[in-house]
């Protein structure tokens, strides 16, 4: 078994695109109506938006591979790149997404502490994180990580709000 992650470059767009649609998809598929994640998906996760999120110096994605195959991603934010103003202290990890048959393999426990170390490289004292009200088992997750609930924000996918608790962990 080997886990290697590896830094996204402009290079990687194209992989970065089909694993960021396929997890998503994945992940909500079933809770949603297809216009909608048609509607989301198109609009997060094209080319165009993903090459100025990977240009963006203040946001960093990263691949995560198992036995050599892309098994999901991890996309963080600091500074004014967060999705909410968390202040210079914070560090946002906006995307931990995995394809179905890499889950329950430790990998987003890998990704997570990832971006934890980062953190404290960073000298940052807070990582957060926005997780749907409705997905109880990354909840469950974050919890046993050291992540606590601080508050709330919306989320749209397509034209429905849906909401999602912020959960902090301080460092």
Known sequence: MSIEITKCNLEDLQTLQEVSIETFYEAFKEQNSPESMEAYLEKAFNLEKLELEISNISSQFFLIHFNN???GYLKININEAQSEEMGDESLEIERIYLK????KHGLGKVLLNKAIEIATDLDKKKVWLGVWEENENAIAFYKKMGFVQTGTHSF????EEQLD???TKTL
């Open 100 to 103: 179905t048959k890499f889950q």
């Open 69 to 71: 195959e892309v098994a």
């Open 156 to 159: 749209y996918m397509g034209d």
């Open 165 to 167: 608790f912020i959960m």
